[in-house]
């Protein structure tokens, strides 16, 4: 699914009008109804409305949605916020419409016109839009903050008053909407950590916008659905062997933290490697012979740590080396050495991102178009602080393309950074997974896909969604509270079927 800025959207509603065509005033009405419809369906029919409007085709919007409301017997108010001059083309011909109905119009020039909000009423703002290019002021944020302020639950059209679209709104005064009715496609503001509280649930309403429009457009950044998935993925051969599929070596574990490498493990070969070979300390021979019977196992000569790696890395499809192998100092001098004999894309998780951290000459070292899985803070130790969610996106592509590698940076809409500039949101996943163990899961994944002969660019991409889609599946089985990060390698079966159902 496409992801564009405010002003790709109003050019897409430009194209759809002239190549459609379809009038301005109709586009609105498609709009409006699309939000009608989407209320009807979700149970507010019979509500009481209090729909907050601005004099810009925002505010179009809401009086059409008024209108509508008014016609299927909800008991609707509108209140007008006054700015001094007159509304757009389409906002006026949509006030004269209202007029027409029993609809009470009140307009507010001052605080003074401020009316209790009942405790019952739904507020619908549509107040200013995704046109918005400077923080609210004066009477618009009173207005904004008396909303707040009545706890009720408030439904925004196309985006939270205050909300920018393509920059940081923190520390603006913003609406705090339950649900966010928007058009057509994301904006990047729903994909940012920092906003939530602001977008609540966001719902993407269909409203007909022509899709050859999107054939001229350019786009930094899309949102992984299924159709790009099952675009990557590779049906296995009727006729093929274990061979057919990779020979993938994971690196993880260490006293005390031999789950990570158990996890990792499990998912490597749940996600379809051919064979898969572990390098743990003495400590976990034991441990992954008993649970993962599938995977061979050689130990280094330590019986805690990483210290040395006798084989030849070249020998394998890909490597994967992180999680839970800690950060003591003979590990580093281990990583060095390895790093330094991989000649093939990597997947680098956990303690491994955490040791290039500290050691930046490692960089060298990566293999080009290598996959590097940090969160937020091991993001900000290898790259430093990041004012707000938008510079953090920002950074991750400059940093992917200047090291020529892919960055996931793991969160609610997980982002991957390619190294030629483009930028993907994953789509799937929950915050059930939000807990330990879900990235070295992670990192089997990928490592399996990478040993199977996906290039690094897909492995990256289908990999992310695979986790978040097992996540999903694993939290509907077992809620978001109660799910482990073993049962998102339970799930990855399911996951995997759910691929291959896409037309």
């Known amino acids: 699914?496409?992801?564009?800025?405010?002003?790709?959207?109003?050019?897409?509603?430009?194209?759809?009008?002239?190549?459609?065509?379809?009038?301005?005033?109709?586009?609105?009405?498609?709009?409006?109804?699309?939000?009608?419809?989407?209320?009807?369906?979700?149970?507010?029919?019979?509500?009481?409305?209090?729909?907050?409007?601005?004099?810009?085709?925002?505010?179009?919007?809401?009086?059409?949605?008024?209108?509508?409301?008014?016609?299927?017997?909800?008991?609707?108010?509108?209140?007008?916020?006054?700015?001094?001059?007159?509304?757009?083309?389409?906002?006026?011909?949509?006030?004269?419409?209202?007029?027409?109905?029993?609809?009470?119009?009140?307009?507010?020039?001052?605080?003074?016109?401020?009316?209790?909000?009942?405790?019952?009423?739904v507020l619908i703002d549509a107040l200013l839009g995704s046109g918005l290019n400077r923080r609210l002021e004066g009477i618009a944020a009173e207005l904004v903050d008396h909303l707040n302020a009545s706890g009720n639950e408030i439904i925004a059209v196309d985006i939270p008053s205050g909300l920018f679209v393509s920059r940081s709104s923190r520390g603006n005064t913003v609406i705090r909407a339950t649900h966010t009715l928007s058009f057509q496609c994301y904006k990047p503001a729903f994909l940012m950590p920092e906003n939530a509280v602001s977008a609540g649930s966001v719902h993407i309403?269909?409203?007909?916008l022509h899709p050859a429009y999107l054939q001229q457009v350019s786009r930094e950044a899309e949102l992984l659905d299924p159709g790009i998935i099952r675009a990557i993925y590779k049906p296995r051969p009727p006729f093929a062997n274990k061979g057919n599929f990779g020979h993938a070596l994971l690196v993880a574990g260490s006293w005390g933290k031999m789950g990570a490498a158990v996890l990792g493990a499990r998912a490597c070969l749940r996600s379809g490697a051919g064979l898969l070979s572990c390098h743990v300390p003495g400590c976990g021979y034991s441990i992954l012979q008993t649970a993962i019977p599938e995977a061979m196992v050689f130990v280094d000569a330590d019986e805690r740590i990483h210290t040395a790696f006798e084989g030849d890395p070249s020998a394998y499809s890909?490597?994967?080396?992180?999680?839970?192998?800690?950060?003591?100092?003979?590990?580093?001098?281990?990583?060095?050495?390895?790093?330094?004999?991989?000649?093939?894309?990597?997947?680098?998780?956990?303690?491994?991102?955490?040791?290039i951290a500290s050691s930046a000459d490692l960089w060298e070292r990566v293999p080009p178009y290598s996959i590097l899985t940090p969160h937020p803070k091991e993001f900000e130790r290898l790259f430093g602080p990041s004012a707000d969610d938008y510079a953090r996106v920002d950074m991750a592509r400059e940093q992917a393309r200047e090291h020529q590698c892919i960055i996931v940076l793991k969160g609610h809409y997980t982002y991957i950074a390619m190294p030629g500039g483009k930028g993907y949101f994953n789509s799937t996943g929950n915050p059930g997974m939000a807990k330990g163990g879900s990235g070295d899961v992670l990192t089997g994944i990928l490592t399996a896909l990478l040993a199977q002969g996906y290039s690094?660019?897909?492995?990256?991409?289908?990999?992310?969604?695979?986790?978040?889609?097992?996540?999903?599946?694993?939290?509907?089985?077992?809620?978001?509270?109660?799910?482990?990060?073993?049962?998102?390698?339970d799930h990855l079966g399911s996951a995997f079927e759910q691929i291959q159902k896409v037309g």
């Open 1 to 121: 699914m496409e992801i564009l800025s405010a002003e790709q959207i109003r050019a897409w509603d430009e194209y759809t009008m002239q190549h459609e065509p379809i009038t301005s005033i109709d586009l609105m009405e498609r709009a409006a109804a699309s939000c009608h419809s989407w209320l009807e369906n979700n149970g507010y029919t019979g509500r009481t409305f209090s729909i907050y409007c601005g004099k810009g085709n925002n505010g179009g919007d809401g009086l059409a949605l008024a209108r509508m409301l008014s016609e299927t017997d909800c008991s609707v108010t509108v209140h007008i916020l006054e700015f001094g001059f007159r509304g757009t083309d389409d906002f006026q011909i949509n006030l004269a419409r209202l007029h027409q109905t029993s609809v009470e119009v009140r307009f507010i020039q001052g605080m003074d016109n401020f009316q209790p909000v009942a405790p019952d009423d």
């Open 205 to 208: 309403l269909d409203i007909g």
């Open 318 to 355: 890909t490597v994967g080396v992180g999680p839970g192998i800690g950060t003591e100092g003979r590990t580093v001098e281990f990583l060095r050495e390895l790093l330094g004999r991989c000649s093939k894309p990597m997947v680098l998780d956990a303690d491994a991102l955490n040791i």
């Open 456 to 489: 690094p660019g897909e492995a990256a991409l289908m990999g992310i969604y695979l986790h978040g889609l097992a996540g999903d599946l694993a939290a509907s089985d077992w809620s978001q509270e109660s799910m482990l990060a073993s049962d998102l390698v």
